[in-house]
């Protein structure tokens, strides 16, 4: 039973890593950038967007080449919340001494 009760432990420590992770992960900013920096989107780990900046020779360009460029800024931002995500949750079970076998969700 020693077993069980250590593993109900270890399972609450996780848990409770987890959800100090996910609080780490939504207040972390990253910024996206497309068109060499022309574009700049600033996002945080919840995926909202806490900024936007356009180099003002922008202005004068076709409309649909801004948009792309903004979308694909959004995009690059998405991308690295995705990858922060992914390498802060995955090494946070490496200090656990879960059994043989045991996997992660990701």
């Not at 069980?4 to 900013?29: D, G, I, P, R, V």
């Not at 919340?81 to 992914?86: D, P």
């Not at 090494?91 to 076998?101: R, V």
């Amino acid at each position: 039973m020693t077993d069980l009760n250590n593993l109900l432990k270890q399972a609450k420590e996780m848990q409770e890593q987890f959800e100090k992770s996910q609080k780490q992960l939504a207040e972390q900013e990253v910024t996206g950038e497309s068109g060499a920096g022309m574009v700049k989107v600033t996002m945080n780990g919840k995926h909202n967007v806490k900024n936007l900046a356009l180099d003002s020779s922008l202005m004068t360009e076709d409309q649909t080449l801004v948009e792309d460029l903004i979308a694909a800024a959004v995009n690059d931002a998405v991308r690295k919340v995705a990858e922060n995500n992914k390498n802060q949750l995955s090494g946070m079970a490496s200090g656990l001494n879960l059994p043989e076998g045991f996997k992660f969700p990701f």
